[in-house]
Every structure is written in structure tokens, then in C-alpha cells.
């Protein structure tokens, strides 16, 4: 185990092992700026040739584990990254979403007191209800479906707190991680038309997809400054999935007259998905300095990284 230099803060981050939490504790150890404590579900999922940050396994449901686990380390800054992110699942499974998504974060916010952290909390452009995106920090919120419910009802619980907090709100994230569990839209898409299917992708939804490397930077850019309320961190390019899925074939030179148009009222998915969301994230570019990439310069940094994985 790794003893915290005196001079550097402590950061725990949660859910280390997900696509955000593996880019948070690769760009923290870059950055070098803060002592880094990765947690996650069971063991470390984390490549084994990184170094130079502590693991520790926190199951963020066990409120002892919460507490036991902050006992130790005393993080000065958390970055609270782990959820139930499967939205059709957390449609059909709700108290195991309700559990991880708010009673979760119940336990980091009275753990975080206990200890006077700062928190950052990951949340999600499905808090609206897409009638009214590009939304703003200030917009109102409308769920439409039980994940954006549940993580409405967790950025509630942390207003309500007394710690000093910043929630950086997110969309549609892509990218590649060590030993990926879940895909994503830019993934997805290559894979498929690598294999000749045809693709059904909907043109009647907008999002500002977000590479997993700006979201990572934004709140560590939010933990450094303790940058306090809400901030929009996603890409500021507005697109359809249709669009997403041309963008990639054109960049991976794959055969886009297999990807077809579609409107949601055709595509049927558990659970219903806002129409028109994405961001304006001039907040975050004026307060933060945050400066997110093109969907196109996202693509070609996960092409490279897809290069080295092979
Ligand atoms: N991905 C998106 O498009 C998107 C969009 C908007 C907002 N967000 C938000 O961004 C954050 C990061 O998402 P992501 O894309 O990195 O998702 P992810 O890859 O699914 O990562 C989530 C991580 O949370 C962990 N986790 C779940 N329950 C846990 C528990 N009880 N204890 C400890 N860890 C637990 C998971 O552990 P296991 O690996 O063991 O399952 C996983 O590693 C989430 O808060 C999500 O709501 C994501």
C-alpha cells in the first residue's frame, strides 16, 4: 500500500473500475496533484501496470464499508463516479437501482461529512425530459424514465446536504477502458458494420456525446478548484445517434449505407428515452477552463488508444 505524501490532498474516487473511474485515476496519476484512492465493487479491475495509487475495495451500498473506508483515508476531495448506469436495466430492476443510485449516495454524503470533503458527483442529462435541450445548468428537470428519477433524486439528496459539493451533470459517454464491461455508440457501431450487419439508428433524438477523457477532465478540474453547484461537462456538438453512427464509419473508412435512419416512435427500448437533451457548456469553458473535444478528434483518440490495445 501506498503511505499519502503529506503535501498532496487525498482523492477518492468511486467506481474506479467503470469507463470514467479507470480515465479519473489515469489523469489524476498524470496530473500528480492529488493522492489518488481508487475504489471500486470487489477487486481492482484497473490496469496492472499502472502505479503509484492506493486500492481499496468499497462497496458504496455497505454504508459500514463506506465509513470504514473513509476512516482510512480521510479524503480531502471525493469524485463520486460509481451508479447503476444501465438504464433499461435500472428500468426493470428498480430497488437495486434506488439502492446504488440514491441510498449509495446517502452513505458517501454522511461519510463525506464526517470527514469534510468535497464531493463531486457524476450525474446525467437524463434528469430532463428532452422537450427543451440544449439545457442549461438552471433548466428544469422532468425525468422521464427510473434511472434519471434516481439520479435526480441523489443530486436532492446532495443539495440538501451540508457539504461543500459540485455536481457535474453529463451525456451519452464513449470511449475504451481496460477489460470493458459495457460498450458504447462509438464501439458499438464499428464493431457492427465490421461485421456486415445493418444498423437501425434514431435521427429524431439529440445528445452532446462526450468523450470519457473531457468528462474525466472537467472533474478534476471541478475537484481542483472545488468548484462549487452544478456544471455541464459534455461535448458542445449537437448530433442524432444516426449522425454519431456516420461520423464513425466515415472515420473508420466502414460501409455507412448499412446504418439506416429510424425515429423513436419505431425503436422501442424498456426504458423511454428523453428526445432533445445535450448541453451549453459555456459554464464549465468560462469557470472551469474545461475544453471538450469534437466528436471527430474523440473518435481519433479512441482509434490510437484501440491501436496500442491491439
Ligand atoms: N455512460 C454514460 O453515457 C453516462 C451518461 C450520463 C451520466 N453518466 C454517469 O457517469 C457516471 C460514470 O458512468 P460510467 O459511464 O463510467 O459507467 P460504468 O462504466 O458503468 O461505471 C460505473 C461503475 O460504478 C460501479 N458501481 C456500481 N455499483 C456499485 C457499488 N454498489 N459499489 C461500488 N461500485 C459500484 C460499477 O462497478 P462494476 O464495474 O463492478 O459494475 C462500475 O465500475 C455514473 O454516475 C453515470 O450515472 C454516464
Known amino acids: 500500500m501506498n503511505t499519502p505524501k503529506k503535501n498532496k490532498p487525498t482523492l477518492l474516487v468511486t467506481g474506479a473500475n467503470g469507463l470514467l473511474g479507470q480515465k479519473l485515476v489515469n489523469r489524476l496519476l498524470e496530473k500528480d496533484s492529488f493522492h ?15 502505479e503509484g495509487f492506493t486500492y481499496a475495495s468499497m462497496d458504496i451500498t455497505d454504508k459500514e464499508n463506506v465509513l470504514e473506508v473513509f476512516q482510512r483515508y480521510s479524503p480531502e476531495v471525493v469524485i463520486h463516479g460509481a451508479a447503476m448506469t444501465n438504464v433499461d436495466e435500472c428500468e426493470t430492476a428498480q430497488e437495486a437501482c434506488y439502492q446504488q443510485n440514491v441510498a449509495a449516495v446517502g452513505n458517501i454524503i454522511v461519510a463525506a461529512e ?11 442529462d437524463f434528469i430532463f425530459d428532452g422537450e427543451a435541450g440544449p439545457y442549461t445548468e438552471d433548466a428544469v428537470p422532468n425525468p422521464v424514465n427510473y434511472y434519471g428519477e434516481t439520479k435526480l433524486q441523489a ?13 457535474a451533470r453529463t451525456v451519452l459517454v464513449y470511449g475504451i477502458s481496460h477489460d470493458m464491461s459495457r460498450s458504447n455508440i462509438v464501439l458499438w457501431v464499428k464493431k457492427s458494420l465490421e461485421e456486415g450487419k445493418d444498423l437501425q439508428l434514431v435521427d429524431d433524438q439529440l445528445r452532446t456525446p462526450t468523450l470519457a477523457e473531457d468528462l474525466a477532465e472537467g472533474c478534476i478540474l471541478m475537484a481542483e478548484q472545488r ?34 435512419k429510424t425515429d423513436s416512435s419505431a425503436f422501442r427500448q424498456t426504458a423511454k428515452r428523453p428526445m432533445k437533451t445535450g448541453f451549453v457548456v459555456q459554464k464549465a469553458k468560462d469557470q472551469l477552463n474545461f475544453k471538450p473535444k469534437s466528436f471527430t478528434e474523440g473518435i481519433e483518440i479512441l482509434a490510437k488508444q484501440l491501436n496500442l490495445a491491439n
Open 36 to 50: 489518488v484512492i481508487a475504489t471500486g465493487r470487489g477487486a481492482c479491475r484497473l490496469p496492472q501496470t499502472w
Open 114 to 124: 464526517q470527514y469534510h470533503s468535497f464531493l463531486v458527483h457524476v450525474s446525467t
Open 155 to 167: 443530486e436532492a439528496l446532495i443539495q440538501q446536504s451540508s457539504l461543500n459539493w459540485g455536481i
Open 227 to 260: 468548484a462549487k453547484g452544478v456544471f455541464n461537462i459534455s461535448g458542445d456538438e449537437l448530433l442524432t445517434p444516426y449522425d454519431m453512427a456516420i461520423q464513425t464509419a466515415e472515420f473508420f473508412k466502414l460501409d455507412k449505407t448499412k446504418i439506416n
